[in-house]
């Protein structure tokens, strides 16, 4: 399976922007699909963006859309998530996860993603 490593995390303040990086490593990367979750304090972990394996197709929660975008490198073995008007409420625990055999219907399911990385925390001020 292929290892995952997020970076990109911090603090910054509400309207700021980030952008997440997620590392893969020991598997061929353009053979697997991308997701990013996050997980809030007490809350549940929640799909937030997935992108196919060539990056020709894109999701997003309705809460992200139009806010975040997701991209990849193949080249570089790397999947982004650009992250545009931040709001307080997107404060989490951000996951990449990866997975070979994707279907639309099941981007938002956790238990269909084989790897995932350690997370990296986004905290937005208000």
């Known amino acids: 399976q292929v290892q995952l490593v997020e970076s990109g995390g911090g603090l910054v303040q509400a309207g700021g922007s980030l952008r997440l990086s997620c590392a893969a490593s020991?598997?061929?990367?353009?053979?697997?699909?991308m997701g990013w979750f996050r997980q809030a304090p007490g809350k549940e972990r929640e799909f937030v963006s997935a992108?196919?394996?060539?990056?020709?197709?894109?999701y997003y929660s309705d809460s992200v859309k139009g806010r975040f975008t997701i991209s990849r490198d193949n080249a570089k073995n790397t999947v982004y998530l650009q992250m545009n008007s931040l709001k307080p409420e997107d404060t989490a625990i951000y996951y990449c996860?990866?997975?070979?055999?994707?279907?639309?219907?099941?981007?938002?399911?956790?238990?269909?993603?084989?790897?995932w990385g350690q997370g990296t925390q986004v905290t937005v001020s208000s």
């Open positions: 996860a990866a997975r070979r055999a994707f279907s639309a219907a099941t981007r938002g399911r956790e238990e269909k993603y084989d790897s």
């Open positions: 020991g598997g061929t990367f353009s053979t697997y699909c």
């Open positions: 992108i196919t394996w060539s990056g020709s197709t894109t």
